[in-house]
């Protein structure tokens, strides 16, 4: 499968064939076949579940983000970083991957590369997602790294990597400018992943705005909630709690949710990836500083 022409354009510039080192590098296309894990690679394991969403993107929109190989025999390559877009797109049934060939795996080069480009302003938000992903991946640097590098706030950045929460084929529209970010964002509103591709394609037949779409996404997760005895009671949320959640929402970074029953409660908290994750652990355990 060639990759789409046109998408990954911005890409391009990320990694241009001219960032060199002393020894020289290269951005081109390799054959899958051609390359061979990293036999220093400490991660055994890929979670299936990501792998697979990542190969359904990879069919629909092509390897967004070059893999990093160095070479290994004639006409062999050795993995330096990307193992998971590697293996999805064999899943996938690529032939050819992108990669830059280094003879020396100067990641740090191509890390500055990364977040220099990202700076740019004609990226569609699927090629910044996939290029912040690769500085998570492949570079372990944090999403309060990368804001700080790229001039954007941490929680930009945690959003903008939650649009591969989506469908691929959302993905696609929004790489293909047929949705916005903020049109993707408000159908994460939703776990429900048919009636997001369902209204997906109305908003952009339709031509709703973000407002709709997160009135759409609302309206639809309350009639598939189940009545109960306390449906009344929740009908009027309690004094402050809209106040509570907001305090939360601000005290971490990301969206929160507070339900209150009868009995008890429920504080629902939004998180993009582990390391997101272990972020919000550290905000809700770690001692705040003293004025």
Known sequence: MARRSGLGRG??????????????????????????PNTFQPRT???EESLAALTASIRELGVLQPILVR???????ELVAGERRWRAAKRAGLQTIPAIVRPVADTRV?????????QREDLNPIDEAAAYQQLVEDFHVTHEEIATRVGKSRAAVTNTLRLFQLPAS???????AKLSAGHARALLGTPDRAFQELLAKRAATEG???????????????????????????????PGLLELEELLSAHLDTRVKVDMGASKGR?????????????????????????
């Open 170 to 176: 959302i993905q696609k529209m929004v790489a293909d």
């Open 110 to 118: 191509l890390e500055q590369a990364l977040v220099e480009n990202l």
């Open 71 to 77: 070479p290994r025999g004639a006409d062999g390559f």
């Open 45 to 47: 394991t890929f979670d």
């Open 11 to 36: 890409l391009g510039a990320l990694i241009p064939t001219g960032v060199t080192g002393e020894t020289g590098s290269a951005l081109q296309e390799i054959p899958v076949s051609a390359v061979q």
């Open 208 to 238: 709703l705005s973000v407002r709709a779409v997160e009135d759409a996404v609302r309206e639809h997760d309350q009639r598939g909630q189940k009545p109960s005895k306390s449906s009344k009671s929740n009908k009027l949320r309690a």
């Open 267 to 291: 504080v629902m908290i939004e998180f993009a990836t582990l390391e997101d994750l272990e972020r919000l652990y550290r905000a809700m355990t770690e001692p705040r500083p003293k004025d």
